[in-house]
């Protein structure tokens, strides 16, 4: 099944009309960016409103990992800062080809994307996973500090 389109979900919740949705089309054709930096650079909606679509989109769409089963990448753990995986309650599963695959157990989490990926300085996808396995591994690759004797 095809997810929704952006201008289809900022259209439905309210806040692009459709004349809107052909003006940001008319841009995005001319200029290759995207649909929602379009849409918020004319001020016909606001970062939350984008941020809101987009985990509408992603909800239906996110692959499902089972932490219990897969192993952990070691390596992807050393692409996401510490402060970052435990403030977002996101786990690094793996490293593949420039891109680094995160385990968040809710999508509405994935608003700090633009803040990982400029942190980080990698393409980042997104799978679901249980909140109890993501707490889990978390502890497990992201230890509490000892302190020093």
């Known amino acids: 099944m095809d ?10 919740i309210g806040q692009l009309s459709s004349h809107d949705v052909d003006e940001v089309l008319c841009e995005q054709r001319q200029t290759r960016q995207r649909f929602g930096a379009i849409a918020v650079s004319l001020g016909f909606c606001q970062p939350e409103h ?3 679509a987009w985990c509408s989109q992603l909800s239906g769409n996110l692959d499902r ?4 089963e897969i192993g952990i ?26 891109q680094l695959i ?11 994307v633009a803040e ?11 799978v679901l996973a249980d909140d109890a396995q ?16």
């Open 50 to 52: 984008v941020w809101a």
């Open 73 to 98: 990448d070691a390596q992807a753990v050393e692409c996401l800062p510490r402060e970052l995986a435990l403030g977002l309650r996101a786990m690094p599963v793996r490293l593949f080809e420039g």
């Open 134 to 149: 993501i707490q889990r591994a978390l502890l497990q690759y992201y230890p509490p500090y000892q302190a020093a004797c």
């Open 65 to 68: 990992v089972n932490l219990d």
């Open 116 to 126: 990982m990926a400029r942190r980080i300085g990698l393409q980042v996808k997104f």
């Open 3 to 12: 997810r929704a389109r952006m201008g289809e979900l900022l259209y439905r």
């Open 102 to 112: 995160i385990a968040l157990s809710d999508p509405a989490r994935a608003d700090g």
